[in-house]
């Protein structure tokens, strides 16, 4: 019994160096990718707005940059980004590295555009009182943006989502290859991300299985959002309708402007509260009446 648990506990040490090892090795970039330049000028207009989006999207884990106060309790722990280890980092390093995510610390390639992604790396280069910009990289020529098609169908039997993504190159509209497709549904509260990412091999064609149990409007219908990067052709954003999802009735909880109207949606202990509450108030209203009729027949009788 005794050697089958020195043979666990050391199984469980050896996993859990493994861990930390790899978690310390140095984050590798593609050198294409650290060679890559903002298309952005880093003014003060930049700064601000890379401000706002590093307080809502970064310092949860990061904390405020030179401050020291980022998650230590995390593995790996995430680094101040003031610190001379980061800054010492290209641009294009850092935009990879917020793109693509490692461990702990997630992918933003969808929840910010690369403009927001650019915005934040202004707003830390503030922190780096030495850091001269780079020349600008060439913004993609809008005309090229325009010239790209995207081509949804969609398979309501087997509940898939194929697009098509072409592009004006050269003389002809050809299917476009090596560019990042990804899907969304629009909710209440943001866009919904659907299956992974997909590159788009030669044919420009990728697939996208959507689930069968998302809810729809009355009539099952559901927004669609389609996501397209392209090194060369920039990012397009395009929006779709199509009955993929479950119908759904949802009446307002206002629908008409009475609490006992959804009273069935309100849970127990609220029902149970509201009726002790009111029942209280009207206790000692009613005693309260009571009381001032007995003081007026008083007055009127003093011998009572």
Same mark, same amino acid.
């Not at 990289?137 to 969609?154: E, G, H, N, W």
């Not at 509940?159 to 072409?166: M, P, S």
């Given at each position: 019994m005794r050697i089958i648990k020195r043979k666990f506990l050391f199984v469980c040490c050896y996993l859990f160096l493994c861990t930390i090892t790899s978690y310390a090795e140095e984050w590798e970039v593609p050198a294409d990718k650290e060679k890559r330049t903002s298309p952005y000028l880093f003014d003060e207009k930049m700064r601000q707005k890379g401000e706002d989006i590093f307080k809502r999207s970064c310092a949860s884990c990061h904390g405020m940059p030179g401050q020291g106060n980022n998650i230590r309790s995390l593995v790996p722990i995430p680094p101040d980004l003031a610190e001379k280890k980061v800054q010492q980092q290209s641009d294009g390093a850092l935009f990879y590295k917020i793109t693509v995510g490692r461990g702990a610390m997630p992918s933003f390639k969808n929840a910010l555009t690369e403009q927001e992604r650019w915005q934040v790396i202004s707003y830390l280069r503030s922190f780096n009182k030495d850091y001269v910009q780079p020349p600008l990289?060439?913004? @993609?020529?809008?005309?090229?943006? #325009?010239?790209?098609?995207?081509? %949804?169908?969609?398979d309501t039997i087997q509940?898939?989502?194929?697009?098509?993504?072409?592009a004006f190159q050269q003389t002809d509209t050809l299917p476009l290859a090596d560019a990042? @497709?990804?899907?969304?549904?629009? #909710?209440?509260?943001?866009?919904? %991300?659907?299956?992974?990412?997909r590159n788009t091999p030669r044919d420009g064609r990728v697939i996208f299985h959507f689930p069968a149990n998302l809810p729809g409007d009355s009539a099952g219908n559901v927004q669609l959002i389609v996501k397209v990067n392209h090194e060369m052709f920039g990012e397009l954003e395009q929006y779709y309708t199509a009955r993929l999802g479950v119908p759904t009735i949802k009446p307002p909880l206002t629908e008409k402007n009475a609490m006992w109207n959804v009273g069935k949606k309100a849970p127990r202990w609220l029902i149970v509260s509201y009726l002790l509450v009111v029942g209280t108030i009207w206790f000692f209203l009613i005693r309260i009446i009571i009381s001032t009729r007995k003081i007026k027949q008083t007055g009127k009788n003093p011998k009572l």
């Open positions: 990289a060439r913004l @993609v020529d809008s005309a090229k943006l #325009r010239s790209v098609k995207v081509i %949804p169908s969609f509940h898939k989502v194929t697009i098509l993504v072409k990042e @497709v990804s899907l969304f549904v629009k #909710r209440y509260f943001g866009n919904l %991300p659907i299956d992974s990412v």
